[in-house]
């Protein structure tokens, strides 16, 4: 009976993320986490760790899919992963300098807010007026969004994803689908680097909710990338908002369950 409630728990959990990474280049720690922990009782550290690990591969086979379609800005991506990186380590370490803070829910409330937003007021932006900016200017403020990105994941722990696409579409003036896709690209590294910080520094976590994570995960944000990258502008971003705000109220619920 375990061994179902775990692949149960991994399965809608792997659902949630990869529909979000898929869709709209979300982090899967944000829904994964509070999964594993509330319904497994699974180390914070630990539910982290397989999260960034099922990651790796759901955003590998995301960035491969907006490639495909042309929907991936590989140049101001390297620039701007670079700056998320290094200000990542930036972050934690101004983080263990002040005191430490609540702000577990802050991927949660940017991800319904950004949900909202995409309904709202969506990204019409295309790849026409992406082109019309100059090279200098992108470049800059890739150097300047994956700072801030870099800086508020080492700081807080979360919320790089969501706060990404943000800076992407308003700040840098991507197409939602070119800023999908640049951000499932630049977190198939950061995940990577640290889902192997977690298992070098934590315990090494479960087999089996290791795997079912990452494949279940894999699964749905595969079909999610291929769903996006042929819907209407307008289709993806209404489709975007609303998986966006539902996911953010779920987690959201996990996190009042969990107390």
Do not use: Q, W
Not at 18 to 26: D, K, N, Y
Not at 140 to 162: D, L, N, P, W, Y
Not at 229 to 253: D, F, M, Q, Y
């Amino acid at each position: 009976m375990s061994a179902l409630i775990t692949v149960l728990v991994c399965l809608f959990a792997g659902m949630g993320a990869g529909l979000g990474t898929g869709f709209a280049g979300m982090s899967a720690a944000a829904v994964i986490t509070p999964m594993l922990v509330t319904f497994l009782g699974m180390e914070p550290y630990t539910a982290v760790g397989i999260a960034l690990a099922s990651d790796v591969l759901a955003s590998a086979v995301s960035a491969v899919t907006y490639g495909k379609n042309k929907n991936l800005d590989i140049k101001n991506g390297l620039v701007m992963m670079i700056s998320v990186l290094v200000f990542t380590v930036v972050g934690s370490f101004v983080s263990s300098l002040v005191p430490s803070t609540t702000m577990g829910n802050f991927s949660v409330f940017m991800t319904m807010i950004l949900g909202v937003k995409f309904i709202v007021k969506p990204v019409m932006t295309t790849k026409d007026d992406m082109l019309a900016r100059s090279k200098k200017s992108m470049i800059i403020k890739s150097v300047v969004c994956g700072s801030i990105v870099g800086f508020i994941c080492g700081f807080i722990g979360a919320g790089g994803g969501m706060m990404m696409l943000l800076l992407l579409t308003s700040i840098m003036g991507y197409e939602l689908k070119t800023a999908v896709g640049t951000s499932v690209f630049i977190m198939t590294f950061t995940a990577l680097t640290g889902s192997v910080s977690h298992f070098a520094i934590g315990d090494k976590p479960e087999v089996l909710p290791l795997v079912l994570c990452i494949v279940f995960t894999l699964i749905f944000a595969r079909i999610a990338a291929k769903i996006a990258n042929k819907a209407s502008a307008k289709t993806l971003n209404r489709a975007t908002g609303v998986i966006l705000l539902i996911l953010g109220v779920v987690v959201l619920g996990f996190s009042f369950l969990s107390k």
